[in-house]
């Protein structure tokens, strides 16, 4: 498997398939590990970085269990769009992606997991599903970590758990999130008032791509905030309890909006849908709120020539990196507008003229 | 160094990397805790679970800037961080800094997490090597600075040295 292969597909998260998958994307655990032997990365020399990175690769990496369909790449020598792409795609952080020195992902098959090498961590391993399955998620996570850590010794305390570079993730180094979309809260002007009670039984609350993101395209990733002093099945638990009361909200505002006002809302999707199948250029951020009106249009039987899966891979294709991975060359702003929305009409235009029985 | 704000000594740096460019901040004591405590108690996250708003609760507790100066001059033996590196940018030198910087980081741990101790999965290798590990950390530092200060005698020992043990390591993991 090399890169080039995951350009045209898009990706586990978003195959659209899974319990609730309607409303849940995703569903991700990811867990910090650091070795015992080296400092930590903002210590590290540049002697350290290609060290960390050898042992894990040389030890841990060639592990039966692991090996198998692993594409490992050198993020360091990849070019920006690249390491774009990988972002995009949430097999990397954006902190991986801009940070300089000797760094690398593994990437498991079908993109089910990803273990980052000298991230803010020596190891930070995750694993990515489709819809609300964090049971399955932390079965994987665990085993490849047990996978690992039969090779390498893990930086571990008696009392504090496993020991991370900042203490926000000391103890279990496990963040656990899901991924929401929640377009209808956001209609109803009731997400702000979700956002405050999660916060109080210490959830955190992230756009699409992680801390400091916007919330684009109506996606917010729900996660654990604390990591030590409550088990990892705690901590899970505590996700998944309150998802599908999300769900349940998020439901209950679109039966409202489908009962109150079905006609504007099927305008609405209806104009999004239009947009996108016409336009000749389209930035990114209105081709990404268009398409969550189009997506929640899908789930409500609004539009029937369109599958869930098939907005999931419009969501990924027209990101930045993807769109100039897709075209095999560089393209500015303003050239990524035009091609966007080219992608857009060709796609739509093929759909719509195709059975709608025949895509998923 | 003055503080941003007044005419005061700057004893707070702060490097904020919350939004999209990393902005850096010369602060005195007083305007520090104002800009480490949130306005708005319903903002985005709560203060008391990110690392900054844990550092500005530990301000809050009473410690006054002579008693973290005083703390902020012990370094570790092994990555050779101060406290004061840690608060300034929020990431630790290594794991021996949580043995180390134990006595400043409980609470820090405790306003973070509300729990300082951990439950949950352990790694099934034991850990009782650990102090070899660390040990191993400290040498490859000092043989880089020997390196540094081309002092290759003391280089080369200490790169012997680091062998011997990385076997030592290796063959009791077999």
């Known amino acids: 498997m090399e890169l080039e292969d995951l350009t045209g597909s898009s990706g586990e998260w978003l195959r659209g398939s899974g319990p609730e998958s309607d409303i ?38 060639v592990d039966d269990h692991l090996k198998k369909n692993l594409l490992y790449l050198n993020v360091s020598e990849l070019e920006f769009v690249d390491r774009q792409f990988l972002v995009e795609r949430q097999l990397i952080s954006r902190e991986h992606a801009e940070s300089e020195g000797a760094r690398g992902v593994a990437i498991g098959s079908r993109e089910t997991y990803s273990l980052m090498i000298n991230e803010e961590d020596h190891l930070r391993i995750q694993v990515m599903n489709s819809g609300l399955d964090l ?4 079965d994987m996570v665990s085993e490849i970590d047990d996978a690992v850590e039969k090779h390498v010794t893990y930086a571990f305390h008696e009392k504090l758990g496993y020991l ?17 979309h929640l377009p209808a809260l956001v209609i109803t002007r009731q997400i702000k008032k979700v956002f405050r009670s999660l916060h109080k039984i210490s959830l955190a609350v992230r756009g699409l791509y992680g801390e400091g993101s916007q919330a684009m395209g109506d996606f917010y990733q729900i996660s654990n905030q604390i990591t030590l002093g409550r088990s990892e099945l705690d901590l899970i638990n505590q996700v998944s309890d309150v998802v599908p009361v999300l769900i349940d909200y998020e439901r209950r505002a679109r039966a409202f909006l489908m009962r109150e006002s079905q006609k504007d ?19 990114s951020e209105e081709t990404m709120h268009l398409l969550s009106s189009v ?9 029937d020539n369109l599958q869930i899966p098939d907005v999931n891979k419009l969501f990924i294709h027209t990101q930045p990196a993807h769109l ?7 393209l500015d702003t303003a050239d990524r507008n035009v091609e966007r929305a080219s992608y857009l009409r060709r796609y739509l235009r093929t759909i719509g003229g195709e059975d709608a029985a025949e895509q998923n | ?53 844990a ?31 840690f608060r300034n940018q929020g990431r630790l030198g290594c794991p021996h800094d949580y043995s180390c910087f134990e006595e400043e980081l409980e609470p820090l741990v405790m306003n973070i997490h509300g729990a300082t101790e951990h439950v949950g999965k352990r790694p099934r290798r034991s850990s009782a090597g650990s102090e070899q590990q660390t040990e191993l950390i400290r040498l490859r530092r000092e043989m880089k600075e020997a390196v540094d200060n081309e002092d290759y005698e003391k280089a080369s020992q200490l790169r012997d040295q680091i062998k011997e043990l990385e076997e030592e390591i290796s063959s009791q993991q077999e």
């Open chain 1, 135 to 138: 049971k399955a998620a932390w």
């Open chain 1, 265 to 283: 809302l099927h305008d609405r999707v209806s104009r999004a849908y239009g947009i996108l199948s016409s336009a000749k250029t389209i930035s």
């Open chain 1, 324 to 330: 100039q991975k897709l075209r095999g060359e560089e």
């Open chain 1, 295 to 303: 997506r929640m249009g899908v789930n409500l039987g609004l539009i």
């Open chain 1, 24 to 61: 849940v994307i995703s569903s991700r655990i990811r867990l910090a590990r650091n070795l015992a032997d080296f400092p930590f990365i903002r210590t590290a020399t540049d002697h350290d970085r290609l060290a960390i990175e050898q042992t894990i690769c040389e030890r841990a990496l």
């Open chain 1, 164 to 180: 991370t570079a900042c203490p926000t993730n000391v103890g279990t180094g496990m963040r656990v999130s899901v991924m929401l």
């Open chain 2, 55 to 85: 550092l500005a609760q530990q301000l809050q507790l009473g410690q006054t800037a002579e008693d973290l100066a005083r703390l902020d001059q012990q370094a570790c033996p092994i990555c050779g961080i101060t406290f004061y590196e």
């Open chain 2, 1 to 53: 160094m003055k503080c941003q704000h007044c005419e005061k000594p700057a004893t707070f740096h702060i490097t904020e990397l919350t939004g999209v460019e990393v902005e850096e901040l010369h602060l005195c004591e007083e305007h520090a805790r104002n800009y480490l405590t949130p306005v708005d108690p319903q903002s985005e996250s709560p203060a008391s679970q990110t690392l900054a708003g």
